[in-house]
């Protein structure tokens, strides 16, 4: 009896405090990040903490009074501490917005919700609200996420080192890497791979990555995964395979693709000559199907060599941006955005504003950040 009528004063506080402030909390949502073709776009851990980002309703335009304020944190603590699931997951998406000045206590609470609850959705909104507002004081309790048994609080962990760039995490994520069976796919393991390819300590999964890349057993998205982690970590180590994998006609074509991308990051001299020779080989092929399934190879190949100094090709990834297929324009876009072009400045300012695909727009502006060194933090 004591039970439900301390729940239902905990439900009428609840009530009163969205009432008073008028506050419409929004529901937290777990959804994986989905997948999408490799070769048309490499899934950011960014892009989908930006997702999530984005779903979050508009802080209330009411300004609140100091006491007001006061008074909210407290509800809000009490929200926390003996809520419901759904009340204490409404209650971490508000802390996202709620006055920092105001907040101290409330982020107290947040250690005991991520290590002792043992709600696996409240942990996952506790890693998402530690990461979204940067409390680096919690590192550690990130990192201790990662041995929980669920993959989803691990996946929310792994974003959270990525945005908060948790260094010392390194070993831990090499560490679930070797348990994985790399046959399969999953969004944890390629999740994994990319966050080790931002970090520095990143560069220690180097040998270990690379066995997995040349077991032909290996999942091809994954190989596709560990092509970008050798190029995000410019290490020359990887030359040989890559420019291996680049003349292999028997690979993936993504895989190649990525393998010149990779090239180009890593600054191989050496790999100029043969990227060049594929790319003339690629343009006597005849057919619209031949064409249509060599183009990515085709664009990656000039982006790769623009960014080992031949700056004359980039005519050609300008064509590319013109082209009549969505996915060619927002491929040759992406690559202008990488190898920082300013050539291609008035022509992405026009797609970024006229391209009949907001697709295309969205890729255009993205490029136009990347030129300009003003991508927002994420």
């Known amino acids: 009896m004591k039970k439900k009528i301390a729940s239902y004063r905990l439900t009428k506080i609840f009530v009163i405090f969205v009432f008073f402030f008028g506050i419409s909390l929004p529901t937290f949502s777990q959804k994986n990040p989905e997948k999408q073709d490799a070769v048309d776009s490499e899934k950011s851990l960014e892009d989908s903490e ?79 609200t530690i990461s979204e507002l940067e409390l680096t004081s919690e590192n550690k309790s990130i990192i201790n996420s990662l041995s929980n048994e669920s993959d989803d609080v691990k996946e929310a962990a792994v974003y959270a080192i990525h945005k908060l760039k948790i260094d010392e995490a390194c070993t831990n994520l090499l560490d679930i890497l070797k348990s994985k069976d790399f046959s399969k796919n999953t969004n944890l393991t390629s999740s994994i791979i990319s966050t080790l390819g931002e970090l520095p300590g990143g560069k220690n999964a180097y040998q270990f990555l690379e066995a997995k890349f040349i077991d032909k057993t290996s999942n091809a998205d994954i190989r596709a995964q560990i092509v970008l982690f050798f190029g995000k970590i410019k290490d020359l180590r ?10 292999n006609e028997d690979e993936e074509i993504v895989i190649r693709a990525y393998s010149m991308n990779s090239l180009g990051k890593i600054n191989s001299q050496s790999s100029i000559a043969p990227l060049k020779k594929i790319l003339k080989k690629i343009k006597e092929v005849k057919g619209k199907a031949e064409i249509k ?3 990515p190879l085709k664009i990656y190949g000039i982006s790769a060599l623009a960014l080992l100094g031949d700056k004359d090709i980039l005519k050609e990834l300008f064509v590319y941006a013109k082209d009549d297929d969505t ?20 022509l992405l300012e026009y797609k970024a504003k ?25």
């Open 50 to 128: 930006n997702k999530e980002i984005s779903k979050i309703k508009k802080p209330n335009e009411k300004k609140l009074t100091p006491e007001q304020l006061t008074k909210k944190k407290e509800i809000l603590e009490k929200i926390l501490k003996f809520g419901s699931t759904k009340e204490r997951k409404e209650a971490l998406r508000e802390l996202w917005n709620f006055p920092k000045e105001y907040s101290s206590d409330l982020y107290k609470v947040l250690p005991e919700l991520l290590n002792e609850d043992p709600d696996i959705s409240i942990k996952i909104a506790t890693i998402k």
């Open 238 to 247: 990887s030359e040989k395979i890559l420019l291996e994998a680049v003349e």
């Open 293 to 295: 399934k060599y183009s």
């Open 327 to 346: 996915n060619v324009r927002i491929r040759a876009i992406k690559q202008l955005g990488e190898i920082k072009s300013k050539e291609a400045l008035e």
């Open 354 to 378: 006229r391209d009949p695909s907001p697709k295309v727009q969205a890729a255009a502006k993205k490029a136009i950040e990347e030129i300009n060194g003003t991508t927002e933090k994420k």
